[in-house]
């Protein structure tokens, strides 16, 4: 054991393995003692002062790509006793650790699934860090050079599936694929037809690019299905709210955040 886990180990008794309070955004949210640091008090502000305005009581989100469950949490309190959450977290240990914040955080009104989410059902390998459990570029799209990355089978659901095999009609959806947009785009095109839920999408042009996607299809995709597009955070002199235009979203090369309305 290393000095930082037995650090983490000791923190995890003082606290009756109850976890650290943080505030987010306003927001309660209590985290293991090793992840009670990651998030700034702020972290994207932008989206969850927008996640306020748009979740109320008795909603129903998708969030794919969960990571460790911060977002879940916050829409878990939003939604409140009669919504629903279905979250999805393909790597193994990201997903334990998902598993542990929403019980520190008595989400009972969310349901965590080990898959990752794509255009087709079945199985696909999905790249992992074997440098950090917990990483966030964890993906479907591989050949990641900045990191060591190693591949294992991962079971595919898609958003349509999903709608139907848990009984759900999302006003919202998540989506945080590091570069296998276009993917998990594909797999909801009944669902945007027929539910036409609210879409946060986090882009990661480099990935969409290595995968062989692109910008341009995303976005045709979209529009196809008759959203608006506004980015969702504040980029140097373009506000958060701003309704794109197809060549701005399209020109972009660094990771950028969008709301889909």
């Known amino acids: ?29 209590r985290f293991t003692p090793q992840w009670s640091r990651y998030f700034p008090g702020d972290y994207e502000k932008e989206n ?23 977002f879940s949490v916050v829409c878990s309190q939003l939604v409140g006793k009669e919504g629903k ?56 799209v591989g050949n990641n050079t900045l990191q060591k990355m190693e591949g294992y089978d991962v079971q595919l659901k898609t958003i ?13 959806i998540k989506i945080d694929v590091e570069g296998a947009e276009l993917d998990t785009l594909k797999g909801g095109l009944n669902t945007f037809s027929t539910l036409k839920p609210n879409i946060i999408l986090g882009l990661h042009p480099e990935a969409i690019k290595r995968k062989g996607d692109s910008l341009e299809q995303i976005w045709d995709l ?12 504040t980029y140097e002199d373009e506000k958060s709210g701003t309704k794109l235009a197809k060549e ?14």
């Open 1 to 29: 054991m290393t000095i930082k886990n037995f650090v983490y180990s000791v923190l995890n008794w003082i606290t009756f393995k109850k976890g650290i309070s943080r505030n987010i955004n306003g927001f309660k949210i």
């Open 48 to 70: 969850y002062a927008w996640l306020k305005q748009q979740l109320k009581t008795g909603d129903q989100v998708i969030d794919i790509g969960a990571h460790i469950g911060l």
């Open 85 to 140: 959450i279905v979250c999805f977290e393909p790597t193994p240990g990201t997903y334990k650790l998902l598993q542990q914040t929403l019980k520190l955080n008595h989400c009972e009104n969310v349901i965590p699934v080990q898959a990752a989410v794509s255009s087709k059902e079945g199985q696909a390998t999905f790249y992992i860090s074997t440098e950090n459990e917990g990483n966030n570029s964890n993906s479907l």
């Open 160 to 172: 349509d599936s999903i709608v139907a095999e848990y009984v759900i009609s999302p006003n919202l």
């Open 222 to 233: 979209l529009v196809n299905a008759s959203y608006e597009i506004c980015l969702a955070v």
């Open 248 to 261: 701005d979203f399209c020109r972009r090369e660094l990771l950028f955040d969008v709301q889909c309305y």
